[in-house]
């Protein structure tokens, strides 16, 4: 498969990054459209997720890096080429969420609300993003058989995609796709309630996510492993205890979302 979307002056643009790109733009736009009703100053919060980003992006590089340290010593020219791969979502969620923590505090931002803003638009941006995972034939499970696949109903794009170096393979990048859309639909309906607690729906991405990443990690092939343990696992069952206990903690207090 053809990594390059197209070519600008000898410059290549890869789809992987194209689809990063639209990521942040669809997240940036429900971010912004979500502000205006909270009346929260809009270049606080263009400035909190232009940064939040980049030091996202930053962290989840870092990550990827540290857990395949043996290689990039080996080969430092590849640590700054992300266009062939290589940003773990969970290191640009913990970077992001610290620096985002840090700012809120400095500004005097409700954390836990910008936090419930975020959760949806972050949902959708995972989704869009997976996809770039697919144009560089990676982050598959793996192997399995073209009947199994059809099976599956998985679109035969996808599933001719999936055929590397005379294998097929499971589209794990689908699979969590998919599970990142259903999300964002459960977060956007419960948004649509009045009593929603502050908390809730950032306590709800944790614990979908991290339920999903679980199980869909379990069948990856290429994960960032600690030991004899997938980090991804490990991690997907802190940010469930994390939510569980955000959860909780927004059924306790007396503030609302909507307020």
């Known amino acids: 498969m053809n990594r390059v979307a197209f070519t600008i002056f000898n410059f290549n643009v890869y789809y992987y990054s194209l689809c990063i790109l639209c990521g942040v733009i669809v997240a940036y736009t429900l971010i912004r459209y979500e502000v205006r009703k909270h009346r929260i100053n809009k270049n606080l919060i263009s400035d909190l997720m232009f940064y939040t980003l980049l030091i996202g992006i930053l962290g989840a590089r870092i990550y990827y890096v540290l857990f395949n340290l043996d290689y990039y010593l080996m080969h430092k020219s590849e640590i700054f080429m992300i266009h062939n791969g290589g940003l773990a979502i969970h290191g640009g969620i913990i970077f992001g969420l610290i620096f985002s923590y840090l700012y809120c505090k400095k500004k005097e931002i409700n954390y836990l609300r910008f936090l419930d803003i975020c959760a949806p638009a972050l949902m959708l941006a995972q989704a869009i993003g997976r996809w770039g995972n697919f144009f560089n034939s990676e982050a598959h499970g793996s192997i399995t058989t073209l009947v199994k696949l059809k099976e599956l109903h998985i679109p035969d794009f996808i599933i001719n995609g999936m055929y590397i ?26 948004r649509k309630n009045k009593n929603i607690k502050l908390g809730t729906q950032i306590g709800f991405y944790f614990i979908f996510y991290g339920i999903g990443r679980f199980f869909i990690e379990n069948i990856r092939t290429d994960s960032l492993m600690l030991l004899n343990l997938k980090v991804a696992m490990i991690i997907s069952v802190i940010g469930i205890i994390f939510g569980i206990i955000l959860l909780v903690f927004s059924r306790r207090q007396e503030r609302y979302y909507r307020e």
């Open 165 to 190: 170096d005379g294998n097929y393979y499971y589209p794990t990048f689908f699979f969590e796709s998919i599970w990142c859309v259903i999300g964002f639909i459960i977060i956007m309906l419960l």
